[in-house]
């Protein structure tokens, strides 16, 4: 089955600084790639996601990139602000019921 | 805008005990699933549903059963609770399956489960 690893699990940087969080999946059957946030106490939403048809989108500060051919894809966050804290959380699914998530990455943004 | 409620945000049980989690969505969508979520593993399916009285195993579904017996409700179930069934439990709904256009999830708040 599809397996989902996400990198780092915890990620500190200046207010203003860019963060990376990168992913890995197994099956190369995936064909939708979302990432969602959690802030403290709050449940998951979709910040943004990606489809195996494109190999990058940008929503504002936020851009996701996709590599099939490595099985890769990674979350780009400019300019990060205070309230860009948070849990990240991406995923993969192959077009069906299923999404596997990743474990997660704790960013903090200091300002 | 979609609505996903649980019945509890915290919930504190006993060893042994039936356990009942509910969660209500309001916009008719197919798809909904049960996830638990633990530092360090992320979310992790226990048991999903496509539609009124199916279900699907998740990555995760030992001790666990589930109930779809209308299509704005799933339940989660725990026969006998156990301490290693502390979590953080999330529900979740999606539009359907079929086209990966409608797969974006929407969370409930999450219930607390805590068993002594």
């Known amino acids: 089955g599809e397996n989902v690893e996400q990198h780092p699990s915890t990620l500190s940087v200046q207010e203003g600084d860019s963060a990376v969080i990168k992913c890995t999946y197994s099956?190369?059957?995936?064909?939708?790639f979302p990432w969602y946030k959690q802030e403290l106490g709050k449940r998951p939403q979709l910040i943004i996601d990606i489809r195996s048809n494109v190999g990058e989108k940008k929503d504002q500060r936020i851009a996701v990139t996709l590599n099939k051919t490595a099985k890769h894809f990674s979350l780009h966050i400019t300019e990060t602000q205070p309230e860009d804290s948070a849990v990240y959380f991406c995923?993969?699914?192959?077009?069906?019921?299923?999404?596997?998530f990743g474990a997660g990455t704790r960013l903090f943004v200091k300002a | 805008d979609v609505k996903v409620t649980q019945s509890s945000r915290y919930l504190v049980k006993r060893t042994g005990e039936k356990v009942f989690l509910e969660c209500v969505q309001d916009m008719d969508h197919e798809n909904m699933f049960w996830y638990r979520q633990d530092p360090g593993l992320g979310l992790r399916l226990i048991y999903f549903s496509y539609d009124v009285k199916m279900k699907e195993k998740g990555d995760i579904p030992e001790g666990y059963s589930v109930s779809r017996e209308k299509k704005e409700r799933f339940s989660l179930i725990l026969e006998s609770a156990s301490t290693n069934q502390t979590s953080m439990y999330l529900c979740a709904s999606s539009l359907s399956g079929w086209t990966s256009g409608d797969n974006e999830q929407f969370f409930g708040p999450g219930t607390r489960l805590t068993v002594l």
């Open positions: 099956d190369s059957a995936s064909n939708y």
């Open positions: 995923a993969a699914n192959t077009g069906g019921f299923k999404t596997i």
